[in-house]
């Protein structure tokens, strides 16, 4: 497969301020590639420098083989879609649709075509004539998806554009969006600091963290091989307890729990010493005392889809549990002494 | 963010809307009491004096006259006694103002709207700086600002011993009771009228349409031409408006800095209320073909703004 962006080493730094230490990130053509991270983390600004609003202070951006880094914005086969759409507010909805095309000098006929092509596409074809101002947020939210399309640019970037949107609207929006991608063959660069959103949308993802990628990979390995602390807490909920490495053979950690039993898991390192474990709660079952690790019941909440239990193991360490609320499920009571066992997968150990 | 909207409409139909509707004349009255007293009672007594007959020194004889019209549109000789043609003495002075008047509003406009921009696009904290610098001249009385113009331009003045000394020119250039020196005060005296309203307007502008014009590949001029301009047109009307319409009666830079030959509008209508060459009516009915003609000229454009929306 083919890279269409290749980050290399961007560094960007405002004054004394670094909002980027030296990210390197390669999106494959056609990718749904999500940049996800908390507020501040440098999301936005990474997109603004592939977009060209922003100078890169070091480093390349390679856009399929060509260095775009010092190119002005308006000569990027790139085309963007912001946070608050941006529609151009005297302007019609098909005019908007159109502008890129304009510019590109297609003629009436075919800007006309083609932008309307666009708005069939986003299910907007009778509001072409109407002022984005006359459209609800959703639909505003749509016309600046077709007005980014349109031009048929290499690659899309999109800066939380379902962040304004209510939530029904947001997970119809995802699927939407998802199915687009996957239409239109467009490389799609998408931000945003909801990892549910990344998780369900995205080919690959990339977790930041203070102006550092943290870790690249599959939903699935983000969520189930995390690398460090921060993507195993930021990513889902998890257990974080601090253990120490008895042994670390290839992929296989054995570790000792605060309470003195050993397990074997999944590992991030190979140094040894005290690293933190993570353990994902839904990975965590309840048995009788004798299963598994011992523990005593503190707490049973109530989530609705799932019950928490929170339970505490022989030696003090706290946990929690999730288990499904299922029709012939045995609540325990606060107090019960019960047996946990690990499934396949349930603990990793982290590089941190 | 879903906050409810109040309702401003009466609640409890028919009753509420008669109390609404009594209540609205006294809440009214301040507004019909300024308007009445500042707008119409002057306008109208204008218009009253422009057809009644002048008194040699000044002041009105209370007997209906069409002279003051005639004397500005008809022709009839030095005595009287020829046959009546168009005049032209005064259309004249019109035209002369208009185009002066226009001059003034392009150039207040080509150096207002990039120092507006320049004034929008600072931090915030020091936008206000600005500002106050561009209305610190205006605490000093405009005839006052003007008459330093004089002292400026002059042929011994600091421009003329500059250009002396840089050897630029050779001999001192002769700028007072010119065209220029006219231009020069008016665009003076008016430039903020320009910047301040379109400050305003470039300060509203969202800077990310300008980002999504360029992401669009719209060079910066078509962004410029295509997407902030028709953005911010209508501060950039209003600032025509605010320099064009007092330009146009202004008396103050043309007879301080015009001499007799650059005459304008305002110096005209100035000079009927004088003393030794009054003749009221015939100023009143200056100001009354001045005030019909800026006002064709409002309803023109306003005619031609909503033939725009429409479409
Ligand atoms: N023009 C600027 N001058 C100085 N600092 C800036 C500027 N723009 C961004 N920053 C800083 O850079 C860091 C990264 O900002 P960025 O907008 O990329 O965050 P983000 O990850 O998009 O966050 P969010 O999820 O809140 O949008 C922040 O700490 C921010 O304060
Ligand atoms: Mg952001």
Redesign the pocket.
């Known amino acids: 497969m083919q890279t269409a962006i290749d980050i290399r080493t961007v560094t960007k730094t405002?004054g004394t301020?670094t909002?980027l230490h030296g990210v390197s990130l390669s999106i494959m053509d056609n990718e749904f590639f999500t940049l996800l991270?908390p507020?501040?983390?440098?999301?936005?600004?990474l997109l603004r420098m592939i977009a060209g609003f922003e100078d890169v202070t070091k480093g390349d951006i390679l856009l399929f083989g060509q260095n775009i880094a010092a190119l002005d914005p308006n000569l990027r086969p790139v085309n963007t879609v912001f946070q608050q759409y941006a529609l151009f507010p005297h302007m019609s909805v098909i005019d908007n649709v159109a502008f890129g095309l304009k510019m590109k000098g297609f003629d009436l006929p075919t800007r006309r075509k083609r932008a309307g092509e666009m708005l069939d596409m986003v299910h907007l074809s009778s509001f072409a004539d109407r002022l984005p101002a006359q459209l609800s947020g959703g639909q505003q939210q749509r016309v600046a998806l077709a007005r980014a399309l349109a031009p048929q640019p290499k690659v899309l970037l999109l800066d939380?554009p379902l962040s304004a949107l209510d939530l029904k609207l947001r997970q119809a929006m995802r699927m939407e969006l998802k199915q687009l991608q996957q239409d239109t063959g467009i490389t799609f660069i998408f931000?945003t600091?909801d990892q549910e959103e990344a998780l369900t949308m995205s080919n690959r993802i990339a977790v930041m963290s203070a102006g550092h990628v943290q870790q690249i990979g599959t939903p699935r390995d983000i969520y189930e091989s995390p690398v460090n602390r921060f993507v195993a807490d930021f990513i889902g909920e998890t257990n974080l307890l601090e253990v120490e490495v008895a042994s670390i053979t290839g992929d296989l950690a054995q570790v000792i729990l605060p309470g003195g039993h050993s397990i074997t898991c999944s590992t991030a390192t190979h140094d040894p010493g005290r690293h933190h474990l993570s353990i994902r709660p839904e990975r965590l079952t309840l048995g009788p005392v004798g299963t598994g690790l011992e523990a005593t019941v503190d707490q049973v909440i109530y989530l609705g889809t799932d019950l928490q239990v929170l339970v505490r193991l022989d030696g003090g360490t706290p946990l929690q549990i999730r288990i499904q609320n299922a029709a012939r499920i045995e609540v325990p009571e606060p107090g019960t002494r019960i047996g946990l066992q690990l499934e396949e997968g349930a603990a990793r150990l982290l590089a941190d | 963010m879903a906050a409810p909207t109040p309702t401003t409409a009466p609640d409890s139909g028919a009753s509420s809307d008669a109390t609404y509707r009594s209540a609205r004349v006294p809440l009214l009255l301040p507004t019909w009491l300024v308007i009445g007293f500042f707008l119409i009672l002057p306008v109208a007594l204008m218009a009253v004096y422009s057809f009644l007959t002048k008194e040699m020194r000044g002041g009105v004889i209370w007997e209906f006259s069409l002279a003051a019209y005639d004397q500005f549109f008809i022709n009839r000789g030095l005595f009287g006694d020829e046959p009546a043609s168009l005049e032209w003495t005064y259309i004249s002075v019109f035209g002369r103002s208009i185009a002066q008047a226009a001059t003034a509003t392009t150039l207040c406009l080509l150096i207002g709207f990039p120092t507006a921009w320049f004034i929008a696009t600072r931090a915030p904290a020091t936008r206000g700086v600005w500002l106050f610098l561009i209305t610190v001249p205006y605490w000093v009385n405009l005839l006052i600002r003007t008459v330093s113009l004089r002292f400026l331009i002059r042929e011994n003045g600091p421009l003329n011993d500059a250009l002396l000394g840089s050897g630029l020119i050779a001999e001192p250039l002769a700028l007072i009771n010119t065209n220029f020196a006219v231009q020069l005060g008016l665009f003076y005296s008016y430039l903020p009228f320009m910047v301040l309203p379109i400050y305003a307007a470039v300060e509203r502008y969202n800077f990310t349409l300008s980002e999504a014009a360029a992401d669009l590949y719209a060079s910066r001029w078509v962004t410029l031409r295509d997407i902030v301009l028709p953005i911010v047109k209508p501060g950039i009307i209003a600032g025509c408006l605010l320099v064009f319409i007092p330009s146009l009666g202004a008396f103050l830079a043309p007879n301080l800095l015009g001499g007799a030959k650059n005459f304008m509008i305002g110096s005209l209508i100035e000079e009927q209320f004088k003393r030794s060459l009054g003749n009221w009516p015939f100023g009143a009915a200056v100001s009354m073909i001045l005030m019909s003609l800026v006002l064709v000229l409002l309803l023109l454009y306003a005619r031609s703004m909503a033939r725009a929306e429409a479409r």
């Open positions: 405002y301020f909002a991270g507020s501040g983390c440098g999301k936005t600004t939380e931000v600091h």
